[in-house]
């Protein structure tokens, strides 16, 4: 089965930058869309940034310039490097798989980790 787990989280101030890691397992790189999501308390979950199968990338007007994703499929870990924070990036990210790509649509990934914190300061 499919096995997502974030890491890289933590409390930075405005302006500074994180690493976010997603190690996946039990599915091929090659047919998965992997994507990054984020709710804030007392929001719905949004759209970050997603990758497809032929390395095409979509990201949240918000993040743009300052987020990017990417993947390492020899280490079946997927990343989203964040710099320029902003207090209002603060929330719980969440890593998504699935077997296709529908950018940004939180409806469409079945298999979800558990989350890692960011927290941004002013």
């Known amino acids: 089965q499919v096995q997502l787990v974030e890491s890289g989280g933590g409390s930075v101030q405005a302006g500074g930058s994180l690493r976010l890691s997603c190690a996946a397992s039990g599915y091929t790189w090659s047919s998965y869309c992997m994507g990054w999501f984020r709710q804030a308390p007392g929001k719905e979950r949004e759209g970050v940034a997603t990758?497809?199968?032929?390395?095409?990338?979509s990201y949240a007007d918000s993040v743009k310039g300052r987020f990017t994703i990417s993947r390492n499929s020899a280490k079946n870990t997927l990343y989203l490097r964040m710099s320029s924070l902003k207090p209002e990036d603060t929330a719980m990210y969440y890593c998504a798989a699935d077997t296709a790509c529908e950018p940004l649509w939180v409806g469409f990934f079945g298999y979800w980790g558990q989350g890692t914190q960011v927290t941004v300061s002013s």
């Open positions: 990758i497809d199968s032929d390395g095409r990338t």
